[in-house]
């Protein structure tokens, strides 16, 4: 089977079908499927795909205990360097990362690591296969601030060596940005998020909930009060951007924040829910990343006609090819170069989204050809709602609340990339706190330098 070219194909939802309902879109592999993917994986010796995956995941070892049939074995070795695999298998961009790196795809298609897995960690939770915790505790205690993939990821990794670590989560729920940004299609709550959660509470961790950092006690308080030895800041960046162009103010003007909180965290999608959310008969989700593609599609399954609008081109849309193509299956309409001026609205509420035509022209700071605008093209697109997603910015509660921590001037933490030290002695950050809206898997990644930072840290100290 190494020869294949050919990945094994994943079975999905029908597009027309699941437009229609939350559930989830993909369906992963069975055993004889996952048997028969790893089969093609080559074995490299320099296994560039490990060099590839931002928490360093033994990615030739599970997949060689997948060839074995031991998949306990498998998640075991993904278990040394990931704490949340289920939720990586599906929203991790492999294909940007370890798959982008794979020896396998110079000829042929790369080996689908995400799917196998996903696989592996779906196994485990559906045979309640523990994870592995430290034979004793060290004694020093470690604060970690926020629930999402940094928070979760370095608490894993401080518990597996014996720290008592408690984690403080400011909402009702735990998980962070992957119970409130990204919806159950992609990402079910009960089914992989919570259990993946408890597997992490198996190791030990403690978790407390409704505990706003600034407000309810502050770093300070938690070092000097409460004996935490260290903290950890994984609180993420939940303060949306805006274009800052005339009508956005109107009835009908979302952040994407808000409007995926509303509908995954406050379950307004269910019927036996309050929570109002505007679904909306024709909606504009300005930007192209991956949580307007959520956006659009949440909004595509709410009964709307949906138009994403980027400025750039289709090729830089900077989205997962796989949640373009699943957007486009679905019926979502894409306004490629195309750029939002103004929102038309009438007796404060949206009645449309005036656009401008743009063109590549020459490259910016970044590589990319800037969008240039095209003399008089401008257009209105009819919508009654229009979501924003141009991307967060850290709150700046934490950082303002907390003697001697050093921000830079978007407000994100100053953190130390390899450890993630910040300026105030004990103190770590990682994720979105300290980078600004990034992926699951890059978050998760600065977790577990956190993790290492704390423990040379408390070893030395």
């Given at each position: 089977?190494?020869n294949?070219?050919e990945?094994?194909?994943?079975r999905e ?13 993909c369906?992963?592999y069975?055993?004889?499927e996952?048997l028969?993917?790893?089969s093609r994986c080559?074995?490299?010796k ?6 590839g995956c931002?928490?360093?995941i ?7 205990a997948?060839k074995?049939?031991?998949?306990e ?11 949340l695999p ?6 991790c ?9 794979c020896?396998?795809?110079?000829k042929?298609?790369p080996?689908a ?8 960690a ?7 296969i ?6 004793e ?6 604060a ?5 993939p940094?928070?979760l990821?370095?608490a ?12 403080f ?7 962070g940005?992957?119970?409130?940004g ?12 919570a259990k993946e959660i408890?597997?992490v509470?198996e190791l030990g961790?403690?978790?407390e ?13 938690l070092?000097e009060?409460?004996?935490?030895e260290?903290?950890?800041i ?6 949306p951007k805006?274009?800052g ?15 995926l909180t509303?509908s995954?965290l406050?379950?307004?999608?269910d019927?036996?829910?309050?929570t109002?959310?505007v ?7 300005v930007?192209g ?8 599609r ?6 709307a ?6 400025r750039r ?5 900077p989205?997962r ?19 939002p001026?103004?929102i ?5 509420w949206?009645k449309?989204?005036?656009c ?7 490259a910016?700071?970044?590589g990319r050809r800037r969008?240039?605008a095209v ?11 229009v979501i924003?997603?141009?991307?967060t ?7 303002s609340t907390?003697e001697?921590l050093e921000?830079?001037?978007?407000k994100?933490?100053v953190?130390d990339?390899?450890f ?10 990682g994720?979105d ?5 990034a992926?699951?898997i ?14 040379e ?5």
């Open positions: 089977m190494a294949v070219l990945r094994v194909p994943v939802q029908d597009a027309k079908v699941r437009a229609t309902n939350f559930e989830e879109v369906h992963g069975n055993m004889e996952a028969c993917e790893a080559i074995g490299c320099n296994a560039h795909c490990v060099q931002p928490v360093g033994n990615i030739p070892g599970f997949i060689g997948i074995e049939g031991n998949i074995e498998a998640y075991k070795i993904i278990g040394q360097s990931s704490a289920a939720v990586c298998g599906r929203v961009p492999q294909e940007s990362q370890c798959e982008g790196r020896i396998r795809g110079i042929g298609d080996i690591i995400g799917k196998l897995e996903r696989f592996v779906d196994y485990a939770l559906e045979n309640d523990k994870p592995a915790g430290p034979e505790k060290n004694g020093h205690k470690v970690i601030i926020g629930s999402g940094a928070g990821t370095c894993g990794d401080l518990a597996k060596l014996g720290y008592d670590v408690t984690v989560e400011a909402l009702h729920e735990l998980g940005v992957l119970v409130y990204i919806p159950e299609f992609r990402l079910p709550k009960q089914k992989v998020v408890n597997k509470k961790v403690k978790f909930t409704n505990v706003v950092i600034g407000k309810s006690t502050t770093i300070d308080q070092i009060e409460e004996g935490f260290a903290v950890f994984g609180s993420g960046a939940g303060l805006f274009m162009i005339p009508g956005e103010n109107a009835n009908g003007v979302f952040s994407a924040n808000e409007y509303r995954n406050m379950k307004a999608t019927e036996s829910y309050d109002p959310i679904g909306g008969k024709k909606v504009a989700v930007g990343g991956n949580v307007a593609m959520d956006a659009a949440t909004a595509l399954r709410l009964g006609e949906v138009h994403v609008v980027y081109s289709e090729e830089e849309l989205a090819v796989e949640e373009v193509h699943h957007a486009k299956e679905e019926g979502v309409i894409f306004d490629v170069l195309t750029n001026v103004e038309v609205e009438e007796d404060g949206v449309g989204i005036k401008v035509r743009m063109e590549l022209g020459e910016d700071e970044s969008p240039v003399p008089d093209s401008e257009f209105v697109i009819d919508v009654d709602t924003m997603s141009l991307g910015s850290p709150n700046p509660l934490i950082s907390t001697g921000v830079n001037k978007w994100c933490i953190a990339e390899e993630g030290k910040t300026s105030k002695e004990g103190v770590y950050a994720g706190a300290v980078t600004g809206a992926t699951v890059l978050a998760m990644g600065a977790g577990r330098a956190g993790a290492r930072g704390i423990h840290y408390l070893s030395n100290k």
